[in-house]
């Protein structure tokens, strides 16, 4: 979990504004864990926006097989046996 802070051009205003386990807190922003906190009395005024990025660590949570298709049609997540 990170926190990015925004100026109204949409961009970082520098490197510190990049919010995560290594730099947990910025201008009001904190992460910690699975948790972005923000205290809007200490967001300075020209950060317009803070963009919460989530990451998924693919070798702790490996993907699951799906269980539907874009059309909503269920499908099995094991193909049937051979009779």
């Known amino acids: 979990m990170s926190a990015v802070l925004l100026g109204r051009n949409g ?19 904190r992460v910690g864990g699975n948790i972005v906190t923000a205290d809007l009395d200490l967001i300075p005024g020209d950060i317009a926006t803070i963009a919460v990025i989530v990451s998924i660590d693919l070798e702790a949570h490996p993907p699951q097989p799906s269980t539907s298709t874009p059309s909503g049609k269920q499908t099995s997540p094991n193909p049937p046996e051979p009779s």
């Open 11 to 29: 961009k970082v205003r520098s490197d510190h504004d990049l919010v995560f386990y290594n730099h947990p807190s910025h201008d009001g922003a």
